[in-house]
């Protein structure tokens, strides 16, 4: 069974940091696609990043140059380097998964949930001003 489980959210200030890790049970990252995603209140939910087998990686333009993914295969943890954080990343941020051959080699652009079927709980995070 798919289990994935966020970690690492919190209160920050603006221009602050925060490393969110997704720890996955069940399978290996190195099989699959995964990604970040957010919902912030009131609003729908919306891709942050993606990483594939591969680990070729794509990014909504909104955190393009303050966030990085990255992911430990070894340790199959997935993580989400924020940096400059702004008060309009204020939600909770979701980690994704799903198998298969999907590459972000070509692609340029927020992640599609509709890609993913396995999700955690999410972890909240709060910029303040």
């Known amino acids: 069974q798919v289990q994935l489980a966020e970690s690492g959210g919190g209160s920050v200030q603006t221009g602050g940091s925060l490393r969110l890790s997704c720890a996955a049970s069940?399978?290996?990252?190195?099989?699959?696609?995964i990604g970040w995603f957010r919902q912030a209140p009131g609003k729908e939910r919306e891709g942050v990043a993606a990483i594939d087998s591969d680990e070729s990686t794509t990014y909504a333009d909104s955190v393009k140059g303050r966030v990085t993914i990255s992911k430990d295969n070894a340790r199959n943890i997935l993580f989400l380097q924020m940096n400059s954080l702004k008060p309009e990343d204020t939600a909770t941020y979701y980690c994704a998964s799903e198998s298969g051959s999907c590459t972000y080699s070509d692609y340029d652009g927020p992640p599609m949930a509709s890609d993913f079927t396995y999700w955690g709980q999410g972890t909240m995070v709060n910029v303040s001003s």
């Open positions: 069940g399978y290996t990252y190195r099989d699959f696609f």
